[in-house]
């Protein structure tokens, strides 16, 4: 069974720093693009960011752009998601997923290989 495994979250005081990682089993990053989409209560589900197995190409949402970086270890099985200069509106449960595909400047969506996601809640 392919399995998605997130941590890293937990609250922070805006304007601080957290590191979210996806760990796979049963999963190789070499063959799948893989994604972070956050869910907040209220509100839809936002792709956040995404990485390209391929080539390396990543995209951003607007409303993390120049704060978020996203980066995959191959050799780890890991993606990570780095997260500075948080805002109050960052708060979400974060989820990573496997994507289809990543591409740089185009919006990406899920496939069925989802994390269970993680809490990151930012004060103000």
């Known amino acids: 069974e392919v399995q998605l495994v997130e941590s890293g979250g937990g609250l922070v005081q805006a304007g601080g720093s957290l590191r979210l990682s996806c760990a796979a089993s049963r999963f190789t990053f070499d063959n799948y693009d893989i994604g972070w989409f956050r869910h907040a209560p209220g509100k839809e589900r936002e792709g956040v960011s995404c990485i390209s197995s391929g080539d390396g190409s990543t995209y951003y949402a607007d409303s993390v752009k120049g704060r978020f970086t996203i980066s995959s270890d191959n050799a780890k099985n890991t993606v990570n998601l780095q997260m500075s200069s948080l805002k109050p509106e960052d708060t979400a449960v974060y989820y ?29």
């Open 96 to 124: 990573c997923a496997a994507v289809s595909p990543c591409v740089s400047g185009s919006y990406f969506y899920p496939t069925d290989y989802w994390g269970q996601g993680t809490q990151v809640t930012v004060s103000s």
